[in-house]
Nanobody
Framework: QVPLVESGGGLVQSGGSLRLSCAAH????????MGWYRQAPGKQRELAAY???????NYDDSVKGRFTISRDNAKKTVDLEMNNMKPEDTAVYYC????????WGQGTQVTVSS
């Protein structure tokens, strides 16, 4: 019944790894490009990565080479594997369509310590 549910956030040290997961309702997920957004305090929300319905992926330069986005069309999930994390990655992470649907989940907090 919940349209978007993000999980997997937490506290990691610089250089560490986290894997985020998003469970999306069928009406949001199917046949649409899905992305992971992030928003740091005092900053605008930015699109970190997205994956199309047929599996094509794109990354913001700030995360390219470190993050990997993937989707499971059967389970209606979108994952974000984050490696070699930096303090600058600290933010609340959200998943949504690209473009977004105007409604957002609670997000999941990611904090990277130096």
């Amino acid at each position: 019944q919940v349209p978007l549910v993000e999980s997997g956030g937490g506290l990691v040290q610089s250089g560490g790894s986290l894997r985020l997961s998003c469970a999306a309702h069928d009406t949001i997920f199917m046949w649409h490009t899905m992305g992971w957004y992030r928003q740091a305090p005092g900053k605008q929300r930015e699109l970190a990565a997205y994956v199309t319905s047929d599996g094509r992926r794109n990354y913001d330069d700030s995360v390219k080479g470190r993050f990997t986005i993937s989707r499971d069309n059967a389970k209606k999930t979108v994952d974000l594997e984050m490696n070699n994390m930096k303090p600058e990655d600290t933010a609340v992470y959200y998943c949504n369509r690209v473009p977004d649907v105007g409604r957002w989940g609670q997000g999941t907090q990611v904090t990277v310590s130096s």
